[in-house]
């Protein structure tokens, strides 16, 4: 499998958007939209950056009842986005039904779909003290990964950590999309469990999600160059 790097696009409007994306004329990155802007700006964001050529990852980690999240997956796959997540907490039967719904949404071939198994803000303090699971982190990773691979998911959400543990149990097809990445000398911000994008390759990383330390940098398109270089093995531009 290909290895790539998603930017974040970390910004609450298409202006700061579109005025980042400007120094990438040359390149056409595939793009994360999260939370913040998707609420902002609607599906009018996807259709503009679609336009434009990019592939995007629609971040909104769906975690509902199985018949709403089927439902917002039809509307989700009509937008053309590529690549959708859940929350795996959400059960077994919630993520069949969000594949449901992609396929019944999709026109021609239905977006990958993932499941975050846990944040990488979370600890294995907060795992335990503040959200009560009892057993470790990484075996609480894995058994969400394998729920999502029942499920008929295309991967997951996890650390660079846990990516080599999930695909020797699961298979190299199962997808592991990892953010928490850093350069050496990149603040941590609200990450817990992060690495660089080589140390990210060299675990089994697929997809490698980067935000603040690219939109925040003074010259975005060199770092983005260097951390996808570092994360593919390629040199970079």
Known sequence: MKKELIIALDFKNRAETEKFLEVFQE???FLKVGMELFYSEGPAIIKALKEKGHRIFLDLKCHDIPNTVK???AVLAGLGVDLVNVHAG????????AVEGLEEGAFGKRPLCIAVTQLTSISPEILSEELLVSHDLK????HYA???RKAGLDGVVCSPLEAGMIKAD???DFITVTPGIRLKDSAQDDQVRITTPLEARELGSDYIVVGRPITRAKDPLAIYRQ???QFT???SL
């Open 27 to 29: 390149e056409k990155p």
């Open 146 to 148: 394998r729920n999502a």
């Open 227 to 229: 951390m996808k270089a």
């Open 139 to 142: 075996e609480t990773v894995l």
């Open 233 to 235: 093995g390629e040199e």
């Open 90 to 97: 959400g059960g077994i039967k919630m993520m069949e039904a």
């Open 71 to 73: 439902r917002s997956m």
């Open 170 to 172: 699961i298979g190299q």
